[in-house]
C-alpha cells in the first residue's frame, strides 16, 4: 500500500502531471514523426509504410500518398485516435516483379502476399515507434529529473541550519523521480496502445480491398459521343499509324481528317471488312496516342481529329472494335532513332525514360480499357500488340542505318526486343483482364526474306515510313484479327 500511496502522491504534484501529459501528447507526436517509414516490396513497386503526421482533428481517415504527385485519403474508413496509416507509393516501376504480380491479379488470384507485406511493414513500423516513444519519455523524465534535483539543492541550500543529510535527499529524490517516470512512462505507453487498437479497430474495413481503386474510389471520365451516329458497320478500328496503314495508297474519297490520318486504301479496316464481307469503320490515325488520339483531340495535318472514343460511342451497335496503341505512347520512334545515332543506348538515363513513359502509359491503357469495357453494345475488342522490327542477328542495310550514324550493334537489337516485350506485357495483361482478345502481329522483322516471295512485311529504311506495316504485312495481320472476330455465316473465305 505504502507504494500505492507514493504513486497517488506523486499524482498530485503538479510537476508531476504536466510531465505526464507532455510525455503522452509529444511522445506520441514524436514517435509519430521520427520513426521512419518502413519499405516494402509489394505487386512489384517499393512501398513506404508509416503513418501520418499527427493533427489536431480527433479522427480522419488512412492516406495513400503517390510520391511526387498527390495524396488521397481513402474514403468511407475513419480512424480514432493520432494513429493513422499512411502508405507512399512511387514512382511506379515497371519490372519482373510486377509482372509477376498484375499476371496474378489477371488471373484472378486475391492480392494476399501484398496486403501481408504491408501489415507486416506496418507492424515494424508500429515497434521502432513504439522504442522511439520510450526514449523520448525516458529523455523528458530526465530534463524534468533534472529540473528537479537543481531546484530541490536550491531549495536545501537557502535553509538555514536545516543540518538535511544529503544521503537522505537523495533517497527521497531518487524515489520521487522513479515514480515520476513510471507514471509518465505507462500514461504514454497506455495511450500509445489505445492508439494502435483504435487504428486497427479503423482499418478493419480495408481487409476487403482488392485493389488501389478500392482504397482510394475510382476516378475515371470517359470521352463524350461526338460526331454524328453511325449506322450500317459491323466493326471499328481504333489505334495509331500501324493499322491506318501509313505509306499506303490515298482513299479515293478521302477527307481532309482521312488524309491527315493518312488511312490507306489498305488499312486494317479496309482488309478485314474486305475478308468478312462487311463494313468496318476506320477510326484510327497516324500518330495517335490514347492521350491524344483515343481519349482525347489529336491535332495532326492542320486538322483536329475529335477523340476515337467517342466516335466509337456514335457507333450503333458494333459487334467488334479492333485497338492498336502503345509505340506513339513510349516515343518509340525516337527511342529507335536515338540508339541509331549513339553507340551504346543502354545507358541509366534513357532506361529510366523509358520505364516513366511506360508506367504513363499503364494508367492511360486502363482508362482506355475501362472505356472499351463499358461501351453498350458490348463488343468484342481485339487488342493488337507490338512487333519487333529486327532481328538481332540481323545484318542488312536496315540494321547499319545511314552512314553517318553507327547503326545498331546486336545489345542494341536486343534491347529494343526486351522493351517491346515489356510494352507487349502492359498490353497482354490489361486485355487480359477484362476478357479482350490479344493479337499478336505475325509480322517479319526487317533483313528477313520472304517465305512466300510477297515481299517483305515491313516498310525499310529506304521507305517513307519505316517499319510500318506494307500492305502484304497489313494482309498479314488480317488474319489473325478476322480468326478472333469470326467470319458471319454465308460469307466466302478469302
Given at each position: 500500500?505504502?507504494?500505492?500511496?507514493?504513486?497517488?502522491?506523486?499524482?498530485?504534484?503538479?510537476?508531476?502531471?504536466?510531465?505526464?501529459?507532455?510525455?503522452?501528447?509529444?511522445?506520441?507526436?514524436?514517435?509519430?514523426?521520427?520513426?521512419?517509414?518502413?519499405?516494402?516490396?509489394?505487386?512489384?513497386?517499393?512501398?513506404?509504410?508509416?503513418?501520418?503526421?499527427?493533427?489536431?482533428?480527433?479522427?480522419?481517415?488512412?492516406?495513400?500518398?503517390?510520391?511526387?504527385?498527390t495524396s488521397l485519403d481513402v474514403p468511407d474508413v475513419t480512424?480514432?485516435?493520432?494513429?493513422?496509416?499512411?502508405?507512399?507509393?512511387?514512382?511506379v516501376q515497371r519490372n519482373e516483379s510486377a509482372g509477376r504480380?498484375?499476371?496474378?491479379?489477371?488471373?484472378?488470384?486475391?492480392?494476399?502476399?501484398?496486403?501481408?507485406?504491408?501489415?507486416?511493414?506496418?507492424?515494424?513500423?508500429?515497434?521502432?515507434?513504439?522504442?522511439?516513444?520510450?526514449?523520448?519519455?525516458?529523455?523528458?523524465?530526465?530534463?524534468?529529473?533534472?529540473?528537479?534535483?537543481?531546484?530541490?539543492?536550491?531549495?536545501?541550500?537557502?535553509?538555514?541550519?536545516?543540518?538535511?543529510?544529503?544521503?537522505?535527499?537523495?533517497?527521497?529524490?531518487?524515489?520521487?523521480?522513479?515514480?515520476?517516470?513510471?507514471?509518465?512512462?505507462?500514461?504514454?505507453?497506455?495511450?500509445?496502445?489505445?492508439?494502435?487498437?483504435?487504428?486497427?479497430?479503423?482499418?478493419?474495413?480495408?481487409?476487403?480491398?482488392?485493389?488501389?481503386?478500392?482504397?482510394?474510389?475510382?476516378?475515371?471520365?470517359?470521352?463524350?459521343?461526338?460526331?454524328?451516329?453511325?449506322?450500317?458497320?459491323?466493326?471499328?478500328?481504333?489505334?495509331?499509324?500501324?493499322?491506318?496503314?501509313?505509306?499506303?495508297?490515298?482513299?479515293?474519297?478521302?477527307?481532309?481528317?482521312?488524309?491527315?490520318?493518312?488511312?490507306?486504301?489498305?488499312?486494317?479496316?479496309?482488309?478485314?471488312?474486305?475478308?468478312?464481307?462487311?463494313?468496318?469503320?476506320?477510326?484510327?490515325?497516324?500518330?495517335?496516342?490514347?492521350?491524344?488520339?483515343?481519349?482525347?483531340?489529336?491535332?495532326?495535318?492542320?486538322?483536329?481529329?475529335?477523340?476515337?472514343?467517342?466516335?466509337?460511342?456514335?457507333?450503333?451497335?458494333?459487334?467488334?472494335?479492333?485497338?492498336?496503341?502503345?509505340?506513339?505512347?513510349?516515343?518509340?520512334?525516337?527511342?529507335?532513332?536515338?540508339?541509331?545515332?549513339?553507340?551504346?543506348?543502354?545507358?541509366?538515363?534513357?532506361?529510366?525514360?523509358?520505364?516513366?513513359?511506360?508506367?504513363?502509359?499503364?494508367?492511360?491503357?486502363?482508362?482506355?480499357?475501362?472505356?472499351?469495357?463499358?461501351?453498350?453494345?458490348?463488343?468484342?475488342?481485339?487488342?493488337?500488340?507490338?512487333?519487333?522490327?529486327?532481328?538481332?542477328?540481323?545484318?542488312?542495310?536496315?540494321?547499319?542505318?545511314?552512314?553517318?550514324?553507327?547503326?545498331?550493334?546486336?545489345?542494341?537489337?536486343?534491347?529494343?526486343?526486351?522493351?517491346?516485350?515489356?510494352?507487349?506485357?502492359?498490353?497482354?495483361?490489361?486485355?487480359?483482364?477484362?476478357?479482350?482478345?490479344?493479337?499478336?502481329?505475325?509480322?517479319?522483322?526487317?533483313?528477313?526474306?520472304?517465305?512466300?516471295?510477297?515481299?517483305?512485311?515491313?516498310?525499310?529504311?529506304?521507305?517513307?515510313?519505316?517499319?510500318?506495316?506494307?500492305?502484304?504485312?497489313?494482309?498479314?495481320?488480317?488474319?489473325?484479327?478476322?480468326?478472333?472476330?469470326?467470319?458471319?455465316?454465308?460469307?466466302?473465305?478469302?
Amino acid at each position: 500500500m505504502s507504494r500505492l500511496d507514493g504513486f497517488a502522491r506523486e499524482l498530485r504534484s503538479p510537476l508531476t502531471i504536466l510531465l505526464v501529459v507532455a510525455s503522452v501528447l509529444g511522445g506520441i507526436w514524436a514517435a509519430v514523426l521520427l520513426t521512419p517509414h518502413q519499405e516494402v516490396q509489394a505487386l512489384g513497386q517499393q512501398l513506404s509504410v508509416g503513418a501520418q503526421p499527427p493533427s489536431t482533428t480527433l479522427s480522419g481517415p488512412p492516406r495513400i500518398v503517390q510520391v511526387g504527385n498527390t495524396s488521397l485519403d481513402v474514403p468511407d474508413v475513419t480512424i480514432y485516435g493520432p494513429l493513422r496509416p499512411q502508405l507512399s507509393i512511387g514512382p511506379v516501376q515497371r519490372n519482373e516483379s510486377a509482372g509477376r504480380a498484375l499476371s496474378a491479379l489477371a488471373e484472378g488470384r486475391s492480392p494476399e502476399r501484398a496486403l501481408a507485406a504491408i501489415v507486416d511493414g506496418f507492424e515494424r513500423w508500429y515497434a521502432w515507434a513504439t522504442l522511439v516513444l520510450v526514449a523520448v519519455v525516458l529523455g523528458l523524465c530526465g530534463v524534468v529529473g533534472s529540473w528537479r534535483v537543481l531546484a530541490v539543492l536550491r531549495r536545501t541550500a537557502r535553509r538555514s541550519g536545516a543540518g538535511a543529510r544529503p544521503a537522505r535527499i537523495a533517497r527521497q529524490l531518487s524515489r520521487r523521480l522513479t515514480r515520476a517516470t513510471v507514471l509518465a512512462l505507462t500514461a504514454a505507453l497506455l495511450a500509445w496502445g489505445i492508439s494502435g487498437v483504435l487504428a486497427v479497430a479503423g482499418a478493419r474495413e480495408l481487409r476487403d480491398a482488392r485493389s488501389l481503386t478500392d482504397l482510394t474510389g475510382a476516378h475515371h471520365v470517359s470521352p463524350s459521343p461526338v460526331g454524328p451516329e453511325v449506322s450500317g458497320v459491323r466493326g471499328v478500328v481504333i489505334g495509331d499509324s500501324r493499322v491506318a496503314r501509313l505509306g499506303g495508297p490515298t482513299l479515293p474519297d478521302a477527307s481532309p481528317e482521312d488524309l491527315a490520318c493518312a488511312r490507306s486504301t489498305d488499312s486494317l479496316a479496309r482488309q478485314v471488312g474486305a475478308a468478312i464481307g462487311d463494313e468496318v469503320l476506320n477510326l484510327a490515325c497516324s500518330g495517335a496516342r490514347i492521350t491524344a488520339g483515343l481519349r482525347a483531340p489529336q491535332l495532326t495535318g492542320g486538322v483536329v481529329v475529335p477523340p476515337q472514343i467517342g466516335r466509337l460511342k456514335q457507333v450503333e451497335d458494333p459487334a467488334f472494335v479492333v485497338v492498336a496503341v502503345g509505340p506513339n505512347d513510349l516515343n518509340w520512334t525516337d527511342l529507335i532513332g536515338y540508339c541509331y545515332a549513339v553507340i551504346d543506348c543502354a545507358d541509366n538515363f534513357t532506361a529510366g525514360e523509358f520505364r516513366y513513359r511506360l508506367a504513363a502509359f499503364d494508367r492511360d491503357y486502363a482508362d482506355l480499357l475501362a472505356d472499351l469495357a463499358t461501351l453498350p453494345s458490348r463488343p468484342r475488342v481485339v487488342v493488337v500488340t507490338s512487333y519487333d522490327v529486327l532481328r538481332p542477328d540481323a545484318s542488312c542495310a536496315a540494321v547499319r542505318g545511314p552512314l553517318q550514324f553507327p547503326g545498331l550493334t546486336p545489345a542494341e537489337v536486343q534491347l529494343l526486343a526486351d522493351r517491346n516485350a515489356e510494352l507487349n506485357e502492359v498490353l497482354t495483361t490489361g486485355a487480359h483482364r477484362y476478357g479482350f482478345d490479344v493479337v499478336d502481329p505475325p509480322l517479319a522483322p526487317l533483313c528477313t526474306p520472304s517465305p512466300d516471295g510477297l515481299g517483305p512485311d515491313l516498310q525499310s529504311l529506304d521507305d517513307q515510313h519505316p517499319f510500318h506495316p506494307t500492305g502484304v504485312g497489313e494482309l498479314r495481320l488480317t488474319i489473325p484479327v478476322v480468326d478472333r472476330i469470326g467470319v458471319p455465316a454465308g460469307v466466302p473465305p478469302g
